[in-house]
């Protein structure tokens, strides 16, 4: 039905479409982080950002500030914005907004098991763990030796309970096991959220399999790149890659093969039109560079689903984009914090 989407998406979707870019007006822009490069302590930072949308969040805290305060009230805000709309929502939108999350449970499941095997306190684990991710039983994840455990008394009862039908194994959790069952999960979580979007048809589609197809090249980028010198064969590597994108299925049988960073920045990103502009400026050995190289292009994407109305993309993209803020807030908040303002700008994706 695309292009009908006009008369009836208002009936349902207008209000909330229109809190989401009424937020999106309020990211910061190039020259609030111009003055927050030049500010000589995180006080000055709190001071520049009392005079944005973020002042209320941080407006009792006491000095001396701590970067995880401020990336906490500014997470805080965002899960504010998230609930309300949530809450606002109605079917299709709230089952989309909850897709939105599970993400985050991925990375909280993963944070919590790897804590728990490293002998980490399970409090001061859940104090780290992203409140959008956050779900009824996650402390008992603790007690779990391996997928089965992990499954059977956590997470049969969570949204991600069908992801993980791919990576129950008896096997004891050890950190090669866990980096796998986070790829793993991550592959069915972003193959189940694009049927889910194909499925509801028009802007939403075209838009989100743009934006989860970059998302989908981008770990497979990531998992060669980390499984180069480790003993997961090739087969294992091909496996944890998300059966669309651009690079399905030429490029992943071209990546799971690659023996060294050149192979894959030469060999086979650069055949891929989208991705020549990103891989033909990094040169050998810069792939610490290429993460920002990634969020830069992701920004892009984000930002122009705000040039088409009548779609669901829009809150997608703001919780991306917002958190891309909290991630530049938290980079230049360290840098004041350590004295490193020469190294401010290294991190740092504008949106605007």
């Not at 914005?81 to 990375?107: R, V």
């Not at 939403?204 to 064969?233: H, K, Y």
Request: proline share 3%; charged share 25%.
């Amino acid at each position: 039905m695309y292009g009908f989407e006009a008369l009836t998406f208002n009936i349902h979707g207008g209000y909330l479409e229109a809190i989401v870019r009424g937020h999106r007006s309020g990211l910061l822009t190039a020259g609030d982080y111009n003055n927050l490069c030049q500010c000589e302590s995180l006080d000055d930072v709190k001071m520049h950002l009392s005079a944005t949308e973020y002042g209320p969040y941080l407006q009792n805290e006491p000095s001396p500030l701590h970067t995880t305060t401020i990336v906490e009230k500014c997470t805080l805000k965002l899960v504010d914005e998230y609930k309300h709309m949530l809450c606002q929502a109605t079917e299709p939108l709230s089952t989309f907004l909850e897709y939105c999350t599970y993400g985050h449970m991925i990375d909280n499941v993963v944070l919590i098991v790897t804590g728990t095997l490293h002998e980490r306190d399970v409090q001061e684990l859940l104090e780290k763990c992203h409140p959008l991710g956050m779900f009824d039983s996650i402390a008992t994840l603790a007690v779990a030796q391996n997928m089965r455990e992990l499954y059977r008394l956590v997470l049969v009862d969570t949204p991600l309970a069908p992801y993980f039908s791919e990576c129950i194994t008896s096997e004891d959790l050890d950190d090669m096991n866990i980096e796998i069952m986070r790829n793993t999960l991550y592959k069915a979580y972003l193959e189940d959220f694009y049927r889910f979007c194909q499925k509801l048809g028009g802007a939403t589609a075209e838009i989100m399999s743009d934006l989860l197809a970059f998302e989908a090249d981008r770990r497979a980028v990531n998992i060669t790149i980390n499984s180069i010198g480790t003993e997961l064969t090739r087969d294992d590597r091909r496996k944890l890659y998300s059966n669309f994108g651009l690079l399905y299925p030429y490029g992943h049988e071209e990546l799971a093969v690659c023996e060294d960073l050149d192979q894959v920045f030469r060999g086979v990103m650069e055949k891929y039109p989208p991705y020549q502009s990103i891989f033909s400026r990094l040169s050998y050995g810069e792939s610490q560079l290429l993460d920002k190289a990634f969020y830069e292009e992701e920004v892009k994407r984000l930002c122009l689903a705000f040039e088409q109305q009548f779609h669901y993309a829009v809150f997608f993209a703001y919780i991306r984009l917002r958190e891309q803020e909290i991630r530049n807030l938290m980079w230049i908040s360290e840098c004041v914090a350590q004295n490193q303002k020469s190294r401010v700008h290294d991190s740092v994706v504008f949106i605007f």
